[in-house]
T-cell receptor
Framework: GENVEQHPSTLSVQEGDSAVIKCTYSDSASNYFPWYKQELGKGPQLIIDIRSNVGEKKDQRIAVTLNKTAKHFSLHITETQPEDSAVYFCAATSAWSSASKIIFGSGTRLSIRP | SQTIHQWPATLVQPVGSPLSLECTVEGTSNPNLYWYRQAAGRGLQLLFYSVGIGQISSEVPQNLSASRPQDRQFILSSKKLLLSDSGFYLC??????????????FGPGTRLLVL
C-alpha cells in the first residue's frame, strides 16, 4: 500500500540557520502533498501544501519542493526562530479519492537552539 | 470560516469503563470526518473515517467504534477501555466537492489516560 517515509526523525539547528525535512512516497497516483506542524499538546496545523503540477511553493520563510519523478518532496525553513520548534509531518494523498485519506510520514521533531 | 471542536480536552478513565469522545465541525456542510490516535511521541494512526451520516469505515480492528449521527458530528466510543487505548485522539475534517485538494484540518485533540 501507500507509504510515506520521512527523515530525519529529529533535527536540531541553531537559531537563524535553515532546516530541511525530506519525504518520499510510494504511490505514483499521489498528487497532493500537505505539511503539518504540531506543537506540544495541540492538533496538527496545515502550514503549506503543494500539488503535483507545481515543483516549488514558497510562503515567507517556508518552502516546499516536489520531484515527481523521484517521488521526493521536502520542507525548507529558513531563518529559523524558536517558535519553529515543533513536530512536522509530511503527507501524501490522491485528491481524487472520495475520502481524502492522507498517508502521513512518521514526523520530525525540530528543535531550534538559541 | 470553519472550526472544529473536540471534547473533552482531557480524560482519565479506569480500565473497563466506557468512552465517548465528541467532535463537531462548524461552517461547512457534508465534510469527510476522521478519527486518529497518536501515541506519545509517535505518528498519526487513522482509526475511522466517514463520508456521510451513518457511513463509517474502520481502518484498524480494535475495541473502539465510531458513529456519525449528524452531518457535522462524529463520535468515538468504547464499551470497555483497555490500557492500550491511552493516547491523544484527534478528529479531523476535509471539505468535499469539486476543486477540493484532499487537505485535512485537525481539532485540538483529546488526551485520554486509561488507568
Amino acid at each position: 500500500g501507500e507509504n510515506v517515509e520521512q527523515h530525519p526523525s529529529t533535527l536540531s539547528v541553531q537559531e537563524g540557520d535553515s532546516a530541511v525535512i525530506k519525504c518520499t512516497y510510494s504511490d505514483s497516483a499521489s498528487n497532493y502533498f500537505p505539511w503539518y506542524k504540531q506543537e506540544l499538546g495541540k492538533g496538527p496545523q496545515l502550514i503549506i501544501d503543494i500539488r503535483s503540477n507545481v515543483g516549488e511553493k514558497k510562503d515567507q520563510r517556508i518552502a516546499v519542493t516536489l520531484n515527481k519523478t523521484a517521488k521526493h518532496f521536502s520542507l525548507h525553513i529558513t531563518e529559523t526562530q524558536p517558535e519553529d520548534s515543533a513536530v512536522y509531518f509530511c503527507a501524501a494523498t490522491s485528491a481524487w479519492s472520495s475520502a481524502s485519506k492522507i498517508i502521513f510520514g512518521s514526523g520530525t521533531r525540530l528543535s531550534i537552539r538559541p | 470560516s470553519q472550526t472544529i471542536h473536540q471534547w473533552p480536552a482531557t480524560l482519565v478513565q479506569p480500565v473497563g469503563s466506557p468512552l465517548s469522545l465528541e467532535c463537531t465541525v462548524e461552517g461547512t456542510s457534508n465534510p469527510n470526518l476522521y478519527w486518529y490516535r497518536q501515541a506519545a511521541g509517535r505518528g498519526l494512526q487513522l482509526l475511522f473515517y466517514s463520508v456521510g451520516i451513518g457511513q463509517i469505515s474502520s481502518e484498524v480492528p480494535q475495541n473502539l467504534s465510531a458513529s456519525r449521527p449528524q452531518d457535522r458530528q462524529f463520535i468515538l466510543s468504547s464499551k470497555k477501555l483497555l490500557l492500550s487505548d491511552s493516547g491523544f485522539y484527534l478528529c479531523a475534517w476535509s471539505p468535499t466537492g469539486t476543486g477540493t485538494t484532499g487537505s485535512q484540518y485537525f481539532g485540538p485533540g483529546t488526551r485520554l489516560l486509561v488507568l
